[in-house]
């Protein structure tokens, strides 16, 4: 990062936010744990549907084998 | 030299005992009581039921109509469930990773499992994420940085490995890297 002056310096937004992640905070950790669980619900109900055939199909073939 | 034995002791077994007074610190939570599955009434219909068999058996590799303690989790998403891994591993029995891959459940057994996490109160809904994700909005102007929350998602809670986060966020940042949080939410809850 190009710095001209130490007063501008304090600027990194993102340094600062990172800095801001409440890492021992339970509420947060509840918080974001229960977002998490949503968005691998979504991840996993995604991944399933194009995937419902191929699933089935190759479920067969498995037993084939 | 053999080693003093006691034949009279009798070996107590170790039993994976409940955790007394859960620890105040946010460390991974010591293991609460397993659930007691026999208790739950499950309420499913006929037409249910088979729908959950159906999705039950896609997760079956080994053709012995059971399915891995690790698929359980992500039989309940396919069903429409948000379950959290410590949900999952309580109805478990708080599994070893051992166990998570080689022990099997059967269809009947998962049935109580399912019923326990969809009568669970405190079911997030669009307005619990949305006012999660706005804690990181610190412009207060309806986005938050990619970046920010890929590291709140790494960090936090049940961290995400950065492939489930690069799944989740492609095409979610803006040219700039940020994220509308409501718009990315209902992209979450439509599937």
């Known amino acids: ?65 | 030299m053999a080693p003093k034995k006691d034949p009279k002791a009798p070996a107590k077994k170790a039993e994976p005992a409940p955790a007394p007074a859960p620890a105040p610190e946010p460390a991974p939570a010591p293991a609460a009581p397993a659930v007691d599955l026999s208790a739950v009434k499950v309420e499913f219909s006929a037409d249910q039921i088979e729908d959950y068999r159906e999705a039950f058996g896609l997760f079956d590799r080994v053709g012995d109509n059971k399915v891995a303690y690790n698929q359980i989790a992500d039989i309940m998403r396919a069903l429409g469930q948000n379950p959290t891994n410590k949900e999952v591993n309580k109805l478990l029995g708080n599994p070893s990773a051992d166990d998570m891959a080689n022990k099997r459940v059967e269809f009947e057994a998962f049935l109580p499992m399912l019923q326990t996490i969809i009568n669970s109160p405190n079911k997030a809904g669009f307005e619990d994420y949305v006012e999660g994700l706005r804690v990181f909005d610190k412009e207060g102007n309806g986005t938050v940085m990619g970046a920010e929350l890929r590291i709140v998602l790494s960090t936090l809670g049940e961290k995400m490995t950065e492939a489930e986060i690069d799944a989740l966020m492609a095409g979610q940042e803006d040219e700039n890297g940020c994220v509308n949080y409501e718009a990315f939410v209902k992209h979450i809850m439509s599937v």
């Open chain 1, 1 to 65: 990062m190009d710095c001209h002056n130490q007063e501008e310096c304090s600027r990194p937004q993102e340094e600062e936010d990172i800095m801001d992640i409440p890492l021992d905070d339970p509420e947060a950790n509840r918080a974001a744990a229960k977002i998490q669980a949503g968005f691998r619900g979504h991840m996993t109900r995604k991944k399933m549907k194009p995937e419902d055939k191929a699933e089935g199909e190759e479920r067969q073939e498995d037993r084939g084998q």
